[in-house]
């Protein structure tokens, strides 16, 4: 069964970055989509980057310019390099895998890390 566990969050001041990590107990390569989503207390998770199989990545209005989703094949590893944070994109991240398995279209979620953007 496919696992990811997110890694890099923490308190940064605003203006600061932090790269989230994403490591994923598969062969990413196949996969039909990874993403990032995030979600703040008392609002829905919404999708912040996602990359597709292909590698065409798309970002959400609110982080381009300052986001990036990017991946690497050969560690199973998906990464979100995050820049000129803000308070408003304290929230909790998850990483999702959307993948094909026999047959079956599967999604699974890591189980988050806290970034919070605060002086």
């Known amino acids: 069964q496919v696992q990811l566990v997110e890694s890099g969050g923490g308190l940064v001041q605003p203006g600061g970055s932090l790269r989230l990590s994403c490591a994923v107990s598969?062969?990413?390569?196949?996969?039909?989509?990874m993403g990032w989503y995030r979600q703040a207390p008392g609002k829905q998770r919404e999708l912040v980057a996602a990359i597709r199989s292909g590698g065409r990545t798309n970002h959400a209005d609110s982080v381009k310019g300052r986001f990036t989703i990017s991946r690497d094949n050969a560690k199973n590893t998906v990464y979100l390099q995050m820049n000129s944070l803000k308070p408003e994109d304290t929230a909790g991240y998850y990483c999702?895998?959307?993948?094909?398995?026999?047959?079956?279209?599967?999604?699974?979620w890591g189980q988050g890390t806290q970034v919070t953007v605060s002086s």
């Open positions: 598969g062969s990413i390569f196949r996969f039909n989509a």
């Open positions: 999702n895998a959307d993948y094909t398995s026999n047959g079956v279209r599967i999604e699974r």
